[in-house]
């Protein structure tokens, strides 16, 4: 990344010591199956968010109220066969990148993508590490496949290989889909882990309210074509009829304001902003705005 880029308010990589939370990117595009463009979602959104306040009205809340950081950009270079364990491409690239994770100064983390591959080893780590978490995931898209051209680890799979790693306690709540293959439908009504959320607030309000007053661990992937492309025409498979921003802010905000005694949101990423297929630049705005409802839920208000 630019070395003076970084994203709104946010100190150096240097500063991880005193900061409560921290975003890193994932310019990585290599698994898109349509446009590309999503390397450029960082460095895109860095450069929005210099147009955005830290203060939020609608949260009465600001990035201002705690330290967090900015790590720069992971490496997406894909490993060679033999480099890392994993025998696709897809699957070394996600093996490096989560070595380059557990490498990072342990914080709660939003990562930016990249196409939703990358989203793979935040994801598989924070289900590691707590054995009731919830996924919420935005998306137009299902990505429940078994394979995209032969390859399990590609953007259009990245939820099927999540949910290979999901145990019995493990939900997948699924928001905005709106396209997929017949049997990615199948599979998602036939496993009782996941469900499929209708494309208004208040189911995705109500459950996000649940699970907070139940104190379980949350985890957001943000795909967001799940945004009405006319919100966010900035991505790479845009599908038509989806949520609008208002309502994906006004959900992601509970994360920040829905009273818990649990951990509340653990981490975040959001993918597939690909800043050039928007040259009006709203795309990324509207982007850097969901990511600061993100930093305000991933630290809470100290009560
Ligand atoms: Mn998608």
């Known amino acids: 990344m630019n070395t003076t880029t970084r994203f709104l308010g946010a100190g150096p990589a240097t500063d991880a010591g005193q900061a409560r939370a921290a975003l890193v990117g994932v310019p990585y595009d290599g698994a898109v199956t349509y446009r590309s463009g999503a390397s ?31 790590f720069g950009d992971l490496v997406v270079d ?10 696709t491409p897809g699957e070394r690239l996600v093996r490096s990148l989560r070595k380059q994770l557990d490498a990072l100064p342990v914080l709660p983390l939003v990562a930016i993508g990249g196409d939703h591959l990358v989203a793979y ?3 598989e780590r924070a289900l590691e590490q707590h054995p009731n978490l919830q996924i919420i995931h935005v998306d137009a898209h299902m990505d429940l496949r078994a394979a995209w051209d032969g390859e399990p680890y590609n953007h259009a799979t990245v939820l099927g290989r999540l949910r290979d790693r999901m145990g019995p306690d493990h939900r997948l709540h699924q928001w905005g889909i709106r396209s ?22 208040e189911p995705m309000a109500a459950r996000v309210r ?21 919100d966010i025409p900035g991505t790479g498979t845009p ?39 928007d040259p009006t630049g709203r795309s ?20």
């Open 210 to 230: 649940e699970l907070l007053a139940a104190d379980l661990p949350i985890y957001v992937t943000l795909d967001v074509d799940g945004i009405d492309p006319a």
């Open 239 to 277: 599908e038509p009829d989806g949520l609008r921003f208002g309502v994906v802010e006004a959900a992601l905000g509970l994360l920040a304001s829905a009273p818990t005694k649990g951990p509340g949101l653990i981490g975040a990423d959001v993918v597939e902003l690909a800043p050039a297929i």
């Open 284 to 303: 990324q705005v509207a982007v850097a705005r969901l990511v600061r409802t993100l930093l305000l839920g991933l630290v809470r208000a100290s009560a």
């Open 121 to 123: 080893p935040f994801v």
């Open 78 to 87: 894909v490993p060679e066969p033999g480099a890392i364990a994993g025998a």
């Open 180 to 201: 997929g293959e017949r049997t990615e439908y199948q599979l998602a009504a036939d496993d009782p882990r996941i469900e499929l959320l209708g494309a208004s607030l």
């Open 40 to 70: 450029e979602g960082p460095d895109g959104l860095r450069l929005a968010s210099d147009s955005i306040e830290t203060y939020c009205p609608k949260l009465d809340r600001s990035l201002d109220e705690f330290g967090y950081v900015d």
